[in-house]
């Protein structure tokens, strides 16, 4: 359902917006990026975050503008310097080509299971590489859609970073963070770092754990994702 008014946002929330994110402070952290999601609003509300948010040096600013508009995406980031990052909704290699043959993104995003599987996410990524921009694939899904990503990942020059979905984390007792337990017999495991090593196993390199999905599938059902 969308409300009145859905992806305008008041001055006040832009304002608040903006002194949230200066409050973090990683511009006295320098060995924190952190990347910016403003998700979808208004073309004109877009413009002013990234104004707003810009002289923070973000790692990049994520979806500044409406779905699949191109178009809007070349008027809202006219003369900005920022990073700017989109495509996690966007449907096939096309659209990635015209927004870097454009020279509008520094940053794909594109989401295996949106995008056309593996190899058309693999054919995004070489063709932002022809364009000098980086790879963030897109993951909110699944485990199973963070092994396949993980794949794309690990033959790609351009790889910047990988988002997960933290509801499928299990912390272990000494710390460890496991992405994936109950549903794959060896989990990945986050290193101090925040990263995990790609599998040498065949296909994806894991393997699934009925018993696990078993005890994931007796926990209740939540229309809320957390």
């Given at each position: 359902?969308?409300?009145?008014?859905?992806?305008?946002?008041?001055?006040?929330?832009?304002?608040?917006?903006?002194?949230?994110?200066?409050?973090?402070?990683?511009?006295?952290?320098?060995?924190?990026?952190?990347?910016?999601?403003?998700?979808?609003?208004?073309?004109?509300?877009?413009?002013?975050?990234?104004?707003?948010?810009?002289?923070?040096?973000?790692?990049?600013?994520?979806?500044?503008?409406?779905?699949?508009?191109v178009d809007a995406l070349a008027r809202i980031i006219e003369g900005t310097t920022a990073t700017i990052a989109a495509g996690e909704r966007w449907m096939g290699?096309?659209?990635?080509?015209?927004?870097?043959?454009?020279?509008?993104?520094?940053?794909?995003?594109?989401?295996?299971?949106?995008?056309?599987?593996?190899?058309?996410?693999?054919?995004?990524?070489?063709?932002?590489?022809?364009?000098?921009?980086?790879?963030?694939?897109?993951?909110?899904?699944?485990?199973?859609?963070?092994?396949?990503?993980?794949?794309?990942?690990?033959?790609?020059?351009?790889?910047?970073?990988?988002?997960?979905?933290?509801?499928?984390?299990?912390?272990?007792?000494?710390?460890?963070?496991?992405?994936?337990?109950?549903?794959?017999?060896?989990?990945?495991?986050?290193?101090?770092?925040?990263?995990?090593?790609?599998?040498?196993?065949?296909?994806?390199?894991?393997?699934?754990?009925?018993?696990?999905?078993?005890?994931?599938?007796?926990?209740p059902w939540s229309a809320v994702r957390g």
């Open positions: 359902v969308v409300e009145p008014g859905a992806g305008v946002v008041t001055l006040t929330t832009r304002r608040l917006t903006s002194d949230a994110a200066r409050s973090l402070g990683w511009h006295d952290a320098p060995d924190v990026d952190v990347a910016i999601d403003i998700h979808n609003p208004n073309p004109a509300i877009g413009r002013q975050l990234i104004e707003a948010l810009a002289p923070l040096r973000p790692l990049f600013i994520e979806e500044p503008m409406p779905v699949e508009r290699k096309w659209i990635f080509f015209d927004a870097l043959s454009s020279g509008l993104l520094a940053v794909v995003q594109p989401d295996i299971a949106h995008a056309g599987g593996i190899t058309e996410t693999k054919k995004i990524a070489v063709l932002a590489e022809a364009a000098y921009a980086k790879l963030a694939v897109h993951c909110p899904l699944s485990p199973m859609a963070f092994a396949a990503s993980i794949q794309v990942d690990a033959c790609s020059t351009n790889f910047l970073v990988q988002e997960h979905n933290e509801v499928n984390d299990t912390r272990r007792d000494d710390g460890t963070t496991l992405i994936g337990a109950g549903f794959f017999k060896d989990p990945y495991a986050l290193d101090d770092e925040g990263c995990v090593a790609v599998p040498d196993g065949p296909g994806l390199g894991i393997e699934l754990d009925p018993k696990g999905f078993e005890k994931v599938m007796e926990k």
